[in-house]
């Protein structure tokens, strides 16, 4: 199995192969700011297991062990790494060419949750 993805422009663009970790929506506050977004919607998959296909994303150390790509030359919000999950990388989802394919199964930080969100994601388990 083989997802594509890529930014607004498509100037950046990855390609991922094999299974994924884990898809699920984060509420947390930094990912809210740094994508710009009520929630963010991740696919954690495994380092080796994907590449960078378009032009290479801008890194910003949102905090200490926190690194976000993104494009450079549209501002969209690419892809996480944390030194906490050295082994993966988490995309955002609605980058894929076919953001319906994939299904989130976990909620991370649910205490975060803005109070005018829904406050249930069907079929998904909270793993804060």
């Given at each position: 199995?083989?997802?594509?993805?890529?930014?607004?422009?498509?100037?950046?663009?990855?390609?991922?192969?094999?299974?994924?970790?884990?898809?699920?929506?984060?509420?947390?506050?930094?990912?809210?700011?740094?994508?710009?977004?009520?929630?963010?919607?991740?696919?954690?998959?495994?380092?080796?297991?994907?590449?960078?296909?378009?032009?290479?994303?801008?890194?910003?150390?949102?905090?200490?062990?926190?690194?976000?790509?993104?494009?450079?030359?549209?501002?969209?919000s690419v892809a996480y790494i944390s030194d906490q999950y050295p082994d993966e990388i988490h995309f955002h989802a609605a980058l894929l060419a076919d953001p319906a394919a994939v299904t989130p199964r976990h909620v991370?930080?649910?205490?975060?949750?803005?109070?005018?969100?829904?406050?249930?994601?069907?079929?998904?388990?909270?793993?804060?």
């Amino acid at each position: 199995m083989t997802c594509k993805g890529h930014c607004l422009c498509r100037a950046v663009s990855f390609e991922m192969s094999g299974p994924h970790n884990w898809i699920g929506h984060c509420h947390c506050d930094s990912c809210r700011r740094g994508a710009g977004a009520a929630l963010v919607t991740f696919i954690a998959h495994p380092n080796g297991q994907w590449r960078w296909t378009g032009e290479y994303p801008a890194a910003f150390a949102s905090s200490p062990g926190q690194t976000r790509y993104f494009c450079a030359r549209c501002g969209s919000s690419v892809a996480y790494i944390s030194d906490q999950y050295p082994d993966e990388i988490h995309f955002h989802a609605a980058l894929l060419a076919d953001p319906a394919a994939v299904t989130p199964r976990h909620v991370f930080h649910a205490d975060e949750r803005l109070p005018w969100m829904p406050p249930d994601m069907p079929g998904c388990k909270i793993s804060d």
